[in-house]
Every structure is written in C-alpha cells, then in structure tokens.
C-alpha cells in the first residue's frame, strides 16, 4: 500500500509514539502533536488508532519482502541467500528503529480483519525465510528442527533495537555479517573470525532443497496455525506491558511511573481506544463503591472505574441536575457523560450504597438512552436466612444484562476464569498492603495507591503483570524508617482525595499503614471460592468475605468495632478520618467511629476533601499539627 508524503509522515510519528509509549498508553492527541497535524487532520488521513498501527505494520512487511526479492533475484548460493535474507531485515529495521519495535512488539493488539491481514503478511515472511533456511541444507533437519532455527533466528535478529549501538556495532551489513556466520557456524565453529566448515558438508543434500522446502513447509503451516503470532510480532505476555515498559527488567520506580501514566488517562480514552483496537467489544464503566466486575469480565467487556472526573474536568452542565450540597463524585461523573467523555462506555454499573449514586443511576438513565445502566440493589439486611438467595438472584439477573448487552452466553467456564483472574490480581493487591503494614517505609501510600488504581483502567490480565512484577521489584527495595507516627485512614471509600493530598498526608509526618482508597476494587478479605456455582460463590464472598465499609449494612459486627480492632492489630498509634464533602455515608460513620475511638483512647483527626482541589497547605498543616501533638506526648 502506496502512502503520500503526508500520510507517511503521520505514520512516522505515530510509529515514534507507539515505541515510546506503546500502542496502548500512546493517545491519537500525542501522535497528532508528534506529526504536527491537527486531530480532525490525523482522522481525515487516518479513521483510528488501530488504523494507524496497521498501516506501520503491513507497510513494514510490504517493504522488507519486496527489497528481500529483489536482492534474492541474481544470488543462487543457499548460504548467501541467508546472509541477504539477515542484511535485508537488519538494513530494514537499523533505519526505522521505531517501526522495527512497534512491529515487533504491538500488533498483537489489532483484532479482526486488520489483525489477518497482518498475519498473513508476517505468514508469507516466516515462510520465506523457512525457504531461505531450507535451500541451504533441507535435508539435514526435520520439519521441528527447521522450524526451530527460524525462530532462534528471527530472536536474534528482532530484539537487536534493545541492544544495538552505532557506535559500538558498525552498521547493517557488519551486524549481518557477525549474525549470519554466527547462525551459519556458531560460536565455536566461528571462533577468531575463521569459519570451518558447513554443519553438513554433503553437497548432495543442497540439491534437493526446494523440493525438501517445499515438503517442511507443508508441515510448518500447520505448525503456524497453531501459533498466535509471527516471532516477531506478539500481544505482550506475562513479563512485559504494553507501552514499552520490560516488566522483567523494569525497576520498582519505572513501574510506579507506568501505572503513574496509566491512571493519568482520562477515563474516556481509556474506553475509545480499547474500543477501537477490539472492534465490536463492550466498555463497562463502574460507579464506587463495589461492581462486580467478574460478571463484566466474563462477558468479554472490559470493566473500567468511572471514579468521577477527578480534577480534570469543569462542572459547567451538571450542576443542573443536583443540588449544590451533593458530593463532587455524583456531579463530575454526570459531567463527564454530558460532555461526551463517555461516549464510547457502552454501560454504567450503580450500586445501593446512598441517595445521590441512585439519583445518579436515573439522571444517566433519562440522559444517555443509549447506554445500558444496571443498578445493583445491593442486600440491606445481611442477617436474613433469605439473603444469599437474595444476592444470587441479584447477580442472575445483572447477568441477564451484561448477556443482552454482549450477545452472548455467559458460561460458569467464563465466570470461573474471570473469579480465579480478579482473586490473583486482588491477593497481590493485599500483599503490598501487607508491606505497608509491616513496614511503611518501603511502600508509600501514593505508590500503592497507583498500582491499585491502574487496575481500574486496563485489562486484569495486564494489571496482574504489573501487579506482579512491581511485586518481585519491590522486594530489592531498602529504605530506613523515619520518625513518623502510624496512622489509619477511613472514610474515602467512595470519591477518591486528589493523589497531592495524599502525598501531603504522609510529607506531613505519617505512615499510612491502611486505607479504604479504591475499596470495591480490593473488596474481598480472601480468595471468592468459584467451584461448582460461581454466582453463588460471588454472593457467599459479598456476604461473608468482604470488607466492612460505609456502604455496606451488616448489622452483624458493627463496623466502629472493625475499625478500632483494625488499629489495635497494626499497633497503630491514630485514625485520620478523610471523608468526601457532602458524603452522607462517610459522615454518618464518622459519628459512630469518633465515639468508638474515644473509649478506646485512639487519638484520631478529621478532614474533609473534594476530588478537585489544589490547595493542600491547609490540610497539611492540620496533620503536621496533629502529628506533632502525638510527638510531643
Ligand atoms: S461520595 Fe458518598 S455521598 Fe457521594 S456517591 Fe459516594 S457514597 Fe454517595
């Protein structure tokens, strides 16, 4: 496919972009700043962001196969048609370094019809370089063992950008040279730069290579189909995320600073670009406190944290549809469907957990027709002999939805998965708990709080990657105590306090040893037990494994005894009470918990704060006061 001159300069940006930051995290705003073009220009040229990556991926094929043919035409040695099949995709990829790790690295993120085609251009390549091989001694190697030496080869040869050095390597041909008799003779064979001798030095053999060829690659497109991907090009497994970061190798700070950008995306991005690179799939946003997003999960939708517009977005329209005294969640979430930041969120999960989030759920109704809302009646009475049939029936019939909305059927196969996926990704979240427990030093609160958060904005499947490697990261990590006092916060379970604000808390002089931050997305106490029926076994959790909170209602152990149990086992030395202005449930505890940690003697702080604010000098300066008081005593 013929590019104009313009056309491939947008794809040269956006190849640049999509090496640094990976197709996910790259925004089309980047790529349209990159380019120097306009975002109406960049979709007048390019209708999406897939669209873009499939174009830098099949103009990459398109032009090393049409160079490697023409340079193969007047060359017949089997051996120097491997040393041009290794100088041709070197001298490629040396010069569109960009290209080289975007088509190495991203692909697998096209679906659909784009993803074929890709396929069948990395097919035809695989293929040619199996011919290449097999021209030179077919008969020396079974089909496995060929198939093998491609793939060894191609490692080689593709990952050279994580490595390569100008200075230090010389150019292509050079690299080729050096790679070609390495591959050819081997290290040993190859020592001193002197080669000795073919593997197999029986010319007969040579003479049956395009008919030997011709049998193995019979055998090896069977072999492909069975593979999800060209050797070079694959989604990113365990041990890498997209967006460029090599999980295995990448330290504690560069995973921070990962799922920093990660939960710096406004939500709606999140959706339009997940939406555009699986063409025909669902976006679920969820409203706090708790959704069950393993129902949205096995669905095949992707669940996303719709956790209010944070300080990124101007009330101007809702304002209209709540009262002034409404929490700032309630009105910045509506605000983001009314200007549009929704658009591409296919359904809205609400939840029973107070007046304004079920007002919410209707204004969204009335407004956005189009979209699918589901309102969870959440059980009130946990101590009812009727209450886990109760749930069950609840969950049956969100599922019911969620089938509609996907058109599909959910098995107990899919819900199994999607339960046993959330239980890894919730276990790990409470082991980085678990260190800030025991010692706060190493994990600061706002580090802990990213890592959580970045969930509510990607896959699970990724999130457990990073969850997973920030995990082996962490535990290099030595940092000595400082004279802090050891704090639990309570009371933002619902909108989330500005990340500056809780920095500033810890600055002030705290060890944040526990939180209520994100805790729908942290909801179970252990693993949901999913043998045999999965929905029940979602319900039984709710019901006897979950957190307690100030939105759920179980009158069976009140929840001030939770919190002053909670201080007592972490040795804590205070409660800093951090509620959401105007929220109802939050301030209804308060009264319970200031009443239960007097008698108990815990000294303990009130604040309040708005999801948009910027001064935090205030709030500060209460908790360095508070703090020195604890000291001084
Ligand atoms: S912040 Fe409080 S009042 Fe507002 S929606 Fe959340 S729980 Fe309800």
New binding site residues.
Partial sequence: MKHTKREAEVLKAAAAVFAARGFHQASVREISNEAGISLAGLYYYFPSKADLLFRIATSAFDVILEKLEETLAGVSDPEERVRVFIQNHLEFFLNHMNEMKVVTREPGFLDGEFREIVAEKQRRYYVRSIEILGGLNATHWSAEGLRASALSLFGMINWIFTWYRPEKDGDAKRMADQMADLFLYGFVQHKNGVRHGRPNSDENASVSTVQAAAVIQQNLLKEQEKISGHPSCTRPRAGEISGGTNMSTASFEELIERARQIVATPVGEVASEWKRSHPGGKVVGCF??YSPVELIHASGALPIGVIGGGNQIEIAHADSRFQSFV?S??KSTLELGLTEKLKDVDGMFFQS??D??RNLASVFKRNFPKMAIEYLHLPQNMGSPRVEEYLVAEYRRVLNGLQELVGRTITDQDLERSIGLYNRSRALVRSFYEVRRKSPERLSTAECYLLVRAGTLMPVEEHIALLEAARVALDGRSVKPKDRIRVVLECSF??QPPLELIEGLEEAGCYLLDDDFLLGWRWFLGDIVADGDPVRGLARGYLDGSVYS??KHDLRTPKAKHLVDKVREMKADAVVILA?K?????LFDYALYRKALDEASIPHLALEFEEKMWVFDKARSEVETFVESMLFE
């Fill in positions: 706090p406190v929490c969640i309630v957990i107070c304004p989030a619902c909108e100030g939105v959401a105007f929220c109802e449930p939050a």
